[in-house]
C-alpha cells in the first residue's frame, strides 16, 4: 500500500512544486499563486539582478565561442600562457588556445551538468526523503539504512565502473554525479519532514481527512522549501568541481573540451604564474552562484507570504 | 627529500619502485656500486674476477663489512638473499626474482608451477659462496653488463635475521642493513629518518647527519616545501616539480635547479593488430607528421631530447652513448610532406577513402593531456586527421593496453639495466611487455643472437637492426622524447648523483 | 529501551554485512588487480603473488572467505604495504584527519551558527548581504582552490605557517579553514533560513509579545527549532571530516586516513578498501544515530514517535 501511494505521488509533486506553489494554501489566497509569487519576486531588485545575470551567462554560453575570433581547441603553441590582450580577451592556456572561447564553451558543459544533477538530486531526494519523514517507523528505518549503504559506498569503485561500462558523454557524467548526490537531500528533508508532521497545523489538518501523498505535497514539503534551497545552491559547484574529478579519471567530457571545473583544475599548479588562467572561471563560478543565491532567496522570500513587509 | 608517497615495503627482494628504490639506497649496498659516472666501482666486494667466457664471476668481498648491529657481512648473506628472492615458495613473491635469472638455474628453481624444469635443488642455483668472503657466481649467458646488475636492489644482501621474522621490513626496529645509512624512524605514510651507520666500512665518507624523507603527494605543495626551506631536495625521481613551473624556475632558481637526461623513452603505442595501425604506412605518416621539437620545447618544457628510436641516449653501446654509434635519426625523419603522402598510400593499401575513427587512449596523471592534446592538433592540422582523446583510470587503462584493447595509447620505457637490450627485447613476440601485438621472426632471431653473444660489437649491430626493423621499417611504436629528470638540490648540498637511470644517490653527499 | 537499542544494532549490523557484500563484488568487477604495473611481472610470478593473497580461487570463495574473517573482525593484511594489518594502516592515519576533523567541525559549527544567526536577526540589511556574500564564496571557491590559495599567501609568501606538515598546533590552522569553509558557508545559509522562517512563527510572536528579550526569544525557542536541519547535516559531515577530505590532506601533506582510502582504490588494494569503507560506514552510522537521538532532544514528539514505532 505504501508502494503505490509513494508512486502516485511523484507525479503530483512535480507538478506541485513547479507550476502551483503550495506556499498558496497557507496564505489561502484565491489569486493565482504563481503571478502573485511572479509579482513579488519581480519587486526583489536583488533577485532580478540575479536573473539578469544568469540569463546574461545563457546567452554568452550560446554566442560567446562565435564572437571570439579564435575557437576553443586549436592550439598555438607560440602563443602559451599569454595574458588577457586584445587578440586573446581572456588569454591563452598552456596550449595556447583561447581562454574566452573555452570559457564560454565550458560554461555550456558546467551550467548544464551543475543544473541537471541539482534537479535530480532534487526530485530524488525529496521523494525518498519525504517518504523516510512522513512515513516512520519501519520504513524510515530500511529506508534511512539503504540510503547510508548507498552513502558509504566508495564512490571512486562506482566511477570506475561507470567508466569501464558507459562512453564518456555528458550524460555519463550527469548519472554518475546522481547515483549519490540526492541522498543529502533526501536526509535533510527526512529531518524536516519529521520534525513539521508533529506539529498542531499538520495534526489538525490530518484530522480534518487529509491524506498522506496530498498531506506531505501539499504541506510538508511547501514548508521545508528554505533548507531546501540552500542544499540546492550547494549542490549546483559541487557537481560542477565533481565534473572536474570525474573527468580527470577520464568519465566526463574529454579533451580537448573543457568545463569550469577541469580549467580550475589545469591551472592549480601555476596560478602564481598565470592567475588569469585560474580567475576566469573561479570568478564566473562565484558570481553564477551567487546570483543562483539571491535569485532562490528572492525564490523562497516570495513563496513565504509571511515576510511580506 | 620528498618520496611522495609510503614506501610499500623496505625489503630489498620485494621491492619493486622508485620510493622504495630511493630509500634502500641509502639503507643497503650491493657488491659494486656505480660512482658520478655511473662507472662500476668496489662496494661490498672489493675485487672480482671475470671468466674469460664471461659467465663466471668471483667476487673477493671486503673484510670490514658490517652491518648495522655489528655482524660481519659474509659471502653467505649474499648466497642467502639472492636464494631467498628465488625460493620458488617466498611469499609473497619476489616480484623482480626476473633480475637474478641470469643466473645458472636461476629461472627453473624460481618457478615451480608449469613448469617441467623445475629445479627444486636450491644447491644448482649458480651463486655459492666459497668461503665467508668469496662468492661464485655462475651465469646461464655471457652477460658484459652483469657487474652492473650487482647494484641492483634486489641483488642487496639480507640479513639473516630475516629467516625468524618474515615481518621484518615493515618497521624500522627490526630493519638491520649494511649500508652507509641506517633507519631510526619510520611513521608510516608521514616520514622516514635515516642516519649514518657506525658500522659502514667506509664511514668517514658519510657526511650527512641525518636524511629526512617526508611524503607529500602534491608536486605545488612539493615545490613551496622547498622554497620554503623544508625539503632540500625537489623533483625526479619520487617527487615532481610542476610542468609550467620549471621556466620560471630556470631564472630564479637556477644554480638549483638540474636537467638531468635520463634513460627513459616516451612514446606513444600503437596497436599493429587493429585499424587502421595494422597499416605501416598509416602509422608511419601519423609518427612524420609530429614535430617533437615543439613538443618538447612548449609542452614538455623539461628540457627534454626529441626522440626518433625507442633507446635513449644515456644508455651505453660499445664504446660510448649507442645513440651515438646508431643515430636515431637514420631510422626516419619527421616530415609533413611525406606524413601526407604515407597516409594516402596507405588509404589506398586499405582500400578506403577516409581514415575510419582514430582514438587516442592515455592514462590520467601529469602532462599526458597535454602532449596527447597537442598531438592531436598535430595531427588535425598536418594530416587533416580527428583524432579523439580517452583518458582512463591508471589500472583500467594498463588493463586495456595489455589487452590490445586500443588503438594508439600512450607508453613510457625506462630502463632495468644499461644496455640497449632493455628496450629491445620487450618487444618480441613472446615478451610479457610486448603491448603493441608486434610479432616479427626477423627480429626475435635477432634479439636470440644478441643475448647468446658476448662480444659488444656483434651485440650492437643486432640490436640496432632489430631497432631499425621496430622502427625504421615498421614503426611499431611513435617514440616521442627521451626524458629527462628535473629536479632541485639546495646549492649548500654538494654531490648529490643522479645515475643514467634517473635513481639518485645521496650516500656521499655533504654540506658545503 | 533494551529492545530500542538492540533493534538498532540489528539493523547497523545488517546494513555493515550489506555494504560489505555490495562493496566486495563492485570492487571485483573492475578491472585490474594489485599487480598491474606498468613492468609487466612475469606471469608465472604474478601467478604465485595471486595465490600467495587468495586471489585465484573464485570470487564468491574469496568473499565467503573475507566474510569468515570479518567475523572475527580480522581486516587482513594490505596488499600493498608488505606486512602491513588494514587495521594498524587505519589507526596510524585516522589520528590525524581525527583531530583535524573535530577541529573543523568545531569551528563549523560555531561560525556558521554564529554567521546565521546575525544574518536572520538583520535580515536584508547590509549585514546580510555580507554574510551571504562570505557564503557562497565558501561553497563557490572549491576547497582545492582555498587550499592552494592559504598556502600560496599564508605559508610561501607570508610565511606565517608551515606549507605542510601536522606538527605543532599552528599547522591547524590552514587546513582547518580550507575543511571548514564549506560547512560554514552551509550552516550559515541553514540556520538564516531557518531562522527566518521560525522568527514568523506564532509562537516566536507570542513570546515577543509577552515583552521577552530578543536575546532569550533567538537562544531559548528560535534557535532551538532551527537547528534542526544543521543537525541532519552535522551527521555525514563529521563522518565525512573525520574519516579525511584527500584534497585538503593532499595539498597540505597530511598522512591521513582520506588519502590512504583514495590510493587504495587506485592500488587495488582490496583489504584497504574493504577495512577503511567498512570503518567509514561504522562512523557515518553513528553519527546519524545521534543525529536522530539529538532530534528528539530538539523536539521531544520526534524522539517520542520514533521510538515507539521502533519498538512496536
Known sequence: ?309 | ?512 | MVRYWGGKLGSVLLSLFLLATATFFLMKAIPGDPFTAEKAVPPEIKAKLMSFYGLDKPVWEQYLIYLKKLVHLDLGMSMKSQYRTVSSIISDSFGFSFRLGIFAIVVSVIVGVGLGIVSAMHHRKLIDGTAMVLAVLGVSVPNFVLASLLQYVFGEELNWFNVAGLNGPLDYVLPVIALSSLPIAYIARLTRSTMLEVLTAEYIKTAKAKGLPNRVIILKHALRNAVLPVLTYLGPMTANIVTGSVIVEEIFGIPGLGQYFVDSVSNRDYTLIMGITLFYAVILMVARLLTDIAYGFVDPRIGFRSRKEVSR
Open chain 2, 1 to 512: 627529500m620528498n618520496l611522495t608517497s609510503e614506501p610499500p615495503t623496505l625489503d630489498p627482494a620485494l621491492a619493486q619502485d622508485s620510493v622504495s628504490f630511493t630509500v634502500l639506497t641509502g639503507l643497503y649496498e650491493g657488491l659494486t656500486r656505480k660512482d658520478a659516472d655511473g662507472k662500476v666501482i668496489p662496494g661490498m666486494a672489493e675485487s672480482w674476477d671475470v671468466s674469460d667466457d664471461m659467465k663466471t664471476y668471483t667476487f673477493h668481498l671486503r673484510k670490514d663489512a658490517k652491518w648495522s648491529n655489528g655482524d660481519p657481512v659474509t659471502a653467505h648473506d649474499f648466497e642467502y638473499a639472492w636464494k631467498r628472492v628465488l625460493d620458488p615458495d617466498m611469499n609473497p613473491a619476489s616480484p623482480y626474482a626476473y633480475q637474478l635469472y641470469y643466473i645458472k638455474n636461476a629461472q627453473n628453481y624460481n618457478i615451480k608451477q608449469d613448469n617441467p624444469n623445475h629445479i627444486s635443488d636450491p644447491n644448482q642455483v649458480g651463486v655459492k659462496a666459497t668461503d665467508d668472503d668469496t662468492l661464485v657466481v655462475n651465469l646461464e649467458n655471457p652477460t658484459p653488463y652483469f657487474l652492473s646488475v650487482t647494484s641492483f636492489w634486489t641483488l642487496f644482501p639480507v640479513h639473516q635475521s630475516a629467516k625468524s621474522n618474515s615481518a621484518w621490513a615493515a618497521e624500522a626496529n627490526t630493519i638491520v642493513s649494511n649500508g652507509p645509512f641506517k633507519i631510526t624512524t619510520w611513521k608510516h605514510g608521514n616520514e622516514i629518518d635515516l642516519v649514518p651507520n657506525e658500522n659502514y666500512y667506509a664511514k668517514d665518507e658519510v657526511k650527512l647527519q641525518k636524511v629526512h624523507f617526508v611524503m607529500v603527494k602534491n608536486s605545488a605543495t612539493e615545490l613551496k616545501m622547498y622554497q620554503t626551506g623544508q625539503l632540500n631536495y625537489s623533483g625526479f625521481p619520487t617527487g615532481e616539480i610542476p610542468i609550467e613551473q620549471i621556466a620560471k624556475l630556470q631564472q630564479t632558481n637556477k644554480d638549483e635547479l638540474r636537467i638531468k637526461p635520463i634513460a627513459s623513452t616516451y612514446y606513444y603505442n600503437f596497436n599493429t593488430t587493429k585499424e587502421p595501425f595494422d597499416n605501416a604506412n598509416i602509422r608511419k605518416a601519423f609518427a612524420l607528421a609530429v614535430d617533437r621539437q615543439q613538443l618538447v620545447d612548449k609542452v614538455t618544457k623539461g628540457g627534454q631530447e626529441p626522440a626518433l628510436g625507442a633507446v635513449p641516449p644515456s644508455i651505453m653501446g660499445e664504446k660510448q652513448s649507442f645513440r651515438e654509434e646508431y643515430p636515431d635519426t637514420d631510422l626516419f625523419k619527421p616530415d609533413v610532406a611525406e606524413a601526407k603522402q604515407l597516409l594516402a598510400q596507405g588509404l589506398k593499401e586499405k582500400g578506403w577513402t577516409q581514415l575510419p575513427p582514430v582514438t587516442l587512449t592515455i592514462n590520467e596523471g601529469t602532462g599526458h593531456k597535454q602532449i596527447a592534446e597537442a598531438l592531436a592538433d598535430m595531427w588535425r592540422k598536418n594530416l587533416g586527421v580527428d583524432v579523439k582523446i580517452e583518458t582512463q583510470e591508471w589500472k583500467v587503462f594498463l588493463k586495456n593496453r595489455q589487452s590490445l584493447n586500443y588503438q594508439i595509447a600512450r607508453s613510457g620505457w625506462s630502463a632495468d639495466y644499461n644496455d640497449p637490450m632493455t628496450f629491445i627485447d620487450m618487444f618480441t613476440s613472446t615478451s610479457g611487455n610486448n603491448d603493441i601485438g608486434f610479432k616479427n621472426a626477423q627480429y626475435d632471431e635477432l634479439v636470440k643472437k644478441a643475448l647468446a653473444s658476448g662480444d659488444q660489437h656483434e651485440r650492437m649491430q643486432l640490436l640496432s637492426q632489430a631497432e631499425n626493423i621496430l622502427i625504421k621499417d615498421n614503426m611499431a611504436i611513435l617514440p616521442l622524447y627521451y626524458y629527462t629528470g628535473v629536479h632541485m638540490v639546495n646549492k649548500n648540498l654538494q654531490n648529490i648523483v643522479m645515475d643514467y637511470q634517473g635513481m639518485v644517490d645521496y650516500t656521499r653527499s655533504y654540506v658545503k
Open chain 1, 1 to 309: 500500500m505504501k508502494d503505490t501511494r509513494a508512486n502516485g505521488l511523484t507525479k503530483e509533486m512535480f507538478r506541485k512544486l513547479s507550476f502551483r506553489p503550495p506556499a498558496e494554501t497557507l496564505a489561502g489566497e484565491s489569486v493565482p499563486v504563481w503571478r502573485d509569487v511572479l509579482r513579488r519576486l519581480a519587486s526583489s531588485k536583488l533577485a532580478m539582478s540575479g536573473v539578469v545575470f544568469l540569463v546574461l551567462l545563457a546567452i554568452m554560453a550560446i554566442v560567446g565561442p562565435l564572437v571570439s575570433p579564435h575557437d576553443y581547441y586549436t592550439n598555438n603553441l607560440d602563443h602559451t600562457n599569454e595574458p588577457p590582450s586584445s587578440e586573446y580577451w581572456f588569454g591563452t592556456d598552456s596550449l595556447g588556445r583561447d581562454l574566452f572561447s573555452r570559457i564560454w564553451m565550458g560554461a555550456r558543459i558546467s551550467l548544464t551538468v551543475g543544473l541537471a544533477a541539482a534537479m535530480i538530486d532534487l526530485v530524488i531526494g525529496i521523494v525518498y526523503g519525504g517518504i523516510m519523514g512522513y512515513v516512520g517507523g519501519r520504513t524510515d528505518e530500511a529506508m534511512n539504512k539503504i540510503s547510508e549503504i548507498l552513502y558509504s559506498i566508495p564512490y571512486l569503485l562506482v566511477v570506475i565502473l561507470l567508466l569501464v561500462v558507459l562512453e564518456p558523454s555528458m550524460w555519463t557524467i550527469i548519472l554518475a554525479l546522481s547515483v549519490t548526490g540526492w541522498i543529502n537531500m533526501s536526509w535533510i528533508v527526512r529531518g524536516q519532514i519529521m520534525q513539521l508532521k508533529n506539529q498542531e497545523y499538520v495534526l489538525a489538518a490530518r484530522s480534518m481527512g487529509a491524506g498522506g501523498a496530498r498531506m506531505l505535497f501539499k504541506h510538508l514539503i511547501p514548508n521545508t522549501l528554505g533548507p531546501i534551497i540552500v542544499t540546492l545552491t550547494l549542490t549546483v559547484p559541487s557537481a560542477i568541481f565533481s565534473e572536474a574529478f570525474l573527468s580527470f579519471l577520464g568519465l566526463g567530457v574529454q579533451s580537448p573540451a573543457a568545463s569550469w571545473g577541469t580549467m580550475i583544475n589545469d591551472s592549480l599548479t601555476s596560478f602564481t604564474l598565470y592567475p588569469w588562467q585560474m580567475a576566469f572561471p573561479a570568478v564566473l563560478i562565484s558570481l553564477t552562484m551567487l546570483a543562483f543565491n539571491v535569485f532562490g532567496d528572492g525564490l523562497r522570500d516570495a513563496f513565504d507570504p509571511k515576510l511580506k513587509k
